[in-house]
């Protein structure tokens, strides 16, 4: 992965699940999900996270029920909305904070 936000590419190579999704609902995804990326704390994952974000973007939309987590998927403590996408996204915010502040 890299330091440059996801493209419609990376993001299909990374998730061949989204397949049959056209690629109009996932640019705005990416778009969407852009804003709230930070370069500086992902780094060399910033590819790796932007693709989580845009999936999760994805999944909580109305037609994104199977990724969804809720009852027995749900693990414990984990807030209500959760997806598979989204707490791989919270992992890799945990590992990226410990090197906040190191050079």
């Known amino acids: ?6 493209t419609l590419g990376d993001f299909r190579d ?11 609902l996932i640019t705005r ?10 370069v500086g ?9 932007h693709c989580l974000l845009a999936a999760h973007v994805l999944v909580v939309s109305p037609w ?4 969804r987590l809720s009852g027995k998927n749900q693990p414990a403590g984990a807030p209500p909305g959760q997806t598979t996408y989204s ?3 919270r992992e890799l915010q945990r590992e990226r904070a410990a090197f906040i502040g190191c050079t």
């Open 1 to 6: 992965m890299s330091t440059a936000l996801a």
């Open 14 to 24: 990374t998730f061949p699940e989204f397949a049959g999704v056209v690629d109009g």
């Open 29 to 38: 995804a990416l778009n969407d999900a852009s804003d709230r990326i930070a």
């Open 41 to 49: 704390v992902y780094r060399n994952q910033t590819t790796r996270a």
């Open 64 to 67: 994104g029920q199977n990724a």
């Open 87 to 89: 707490l791989a996204l």
